[in-house]
């Protein structure tokens, strides 16, 4: 008897099997936050190398440069493909919180979605926009998102940073802490 009461107290440290739901935790080769060439899997939340715990499912653009109905507190998204529970660039999107900090999704800490208060890296010197931490040097400040270009705020200092392959803009503050 004593032992099924041990059994019992023990963590839940297996995988989930079936669908990706939220509150499953997954586990990266990598950072949470940074899922370029990176692959996820789903651990019991008690496992010791839990990292991040699925706040929602969605549909959402996993690219970051559009917005998403993923929550503002987001450190990462990934897509997965729920039928055979692994990495797939076609289907469902995770949004993912670290368990513990960092947080890259917070405002201007460097990841997550791109927001108001988040700080980018020169748009011309990529092939992609990067979200940099505001602590380092940085090109501009996201204002906000707007539906076109011509609705970003005008004038000096501001710019307006198409979507790729969308018909949104990024407003951004240009110079706040720009070193180059």
């Known amino acids: 008897m004593l032992l099924i009461v041990v059994a019992n107290l023990l963590p839940d ?24 060439g990176k692959s996820f899997h789903r651990v019991g939340c008690d ?22 109905d993923c929550p503002e ?26 368990i513990k900090a960092p947080h890259p999704g917070d405002v201007g800490q460097g990841g997550g979605l791109f927001r108001a208060g ?5 748009p011309e010197a990529s092939s992609s926009l990067k979200e940099v931490p505001c602590s380092e040097s940085h090109w501009g ?9 011509a609705s970003c705020p005008q004038g000096a200092g501001y710019n307006a940073v198409r979507t790729l392959g969308g018909s949104r803009a990024l407003c951004v503050r240009q110079g706040t802490g720009q070193t180059s």
Request: charged share 20%; proline share 3%.
């Open 13 to 36: 440290t297996s995988a989930p099997t079936g669908a990706w739901k939220v509150g499953q935790c997954v586990t990266p080769a990598g950072h949470v936050g940074d899922v370029e």
């Open 118 to 122: 988040d700080c980018i890296s020169d």
């Open 73 to 98: 507190d987001t450190d990462a998204m990934v897509k997965v493909d729920q039928s055979a529970g692994h990495l797939d660039l076609t289907h469902n999107v995770a949004c993912i919180r670290n």
């Open 47 to 68: 496992a010791s190398d839990a990292a991040a715990k699925i706040t929602k499912m969605t549909g959402a653009s996993l690219t970051g440069m559009e917005p998403t």
């Open 141 to 149: 400040t996201v204002v906000r998102w707007a539906d076109s270009a």
